[in-house]
C-alpha cells in the first residue's frame, strides 16, 4: 500500500501515469472473449486441418494442426486442440510456396507478421509446383 503509492509517486514524477480500469474480468469472460469478434463457434469450427510443423526463426519446429474456418486461419495445439493463434483470412497478405522444398510454405499477414510450415501430408507433397 504506502510502497505502491510510493512507486505511483515516483512514476507520476517522471511524467507517467499508468490508469488502471477497476473493472473485474472474470477467467470464464475473458476466455470467452479473448478472440474478440471471431470468438464464436462459427469462426473456429474447421472445414479443413493439416498436419504441420511451425518453424521458428532459430530453426526450431513445433507441431500444430492447421485449420482453415469459414472467417479463419487456426493453428492448434496437437495434444490439446486448443487454439493456440487465429487471424482471418482477410489479415492474409500472401500465400509463398518454397521452391526449395514443395513442402515449405509461409503465410504473410497484413501486419507484416509470417508463419512458415513444413506439411508432411500427401495432399501438401503431392501438390504440383508452381512456377
Given amino acids: 500500500s504506502s510502497g505502491i503509492n510510493a512507486e505511483y509517486g515516483a ?3 517522471m511524467g507517467i501515469v499508468m490508469n488502471t480500469s477497476k473493472k473485474v474480468v472474470s477467467q470464464q469472460d475473458f476466455m470467452e472473449g479473448r478472440w474478440g469478434n471471431f470468438s464464436d463457434d462459427q469462426s473456429q469450427t474447421s ?8 518453424l521458428s ?3 526450431e519446429s513445433t507441431a500444430r494442426i492447421l485449420c482453415l ?3 479463419c486461419v487456426l493453428e492448434r495445439d496437437p495434444n490439446t486442440y486448443n487454439v493456440c493463434t487465429m487471424q482471418p483470412l482477410t489479415d492474409i497478405w500472401a500465400l509463398i510456396r ?10 504473410e499477414y497484413n ?4 508463419a512458415t510450415y513444413t506439411c508432411q501430408e500427401e495432399c501438401c507433397a503431392g501438390t504440383p509446383k508452381l512456377s
Fill in 111 to 114: 501486419s507484416m507478421s509470417k
Fill in 11 to 13: 512514476l507520476k514524477g
Fill in 69 to 71: 474456418s469459414e472467417s
Fill in 98 to 107: 518454397h521452391s526449395e522444398d514443395p513442402q515449405m510454405f509461409t503465410i
Fill in 47 to 54: 472445414f479443413t486441418e493439416f498436419n504441420v510443423n511451425l
Fill in 57 to 59: 526463426t532459430m530453426g
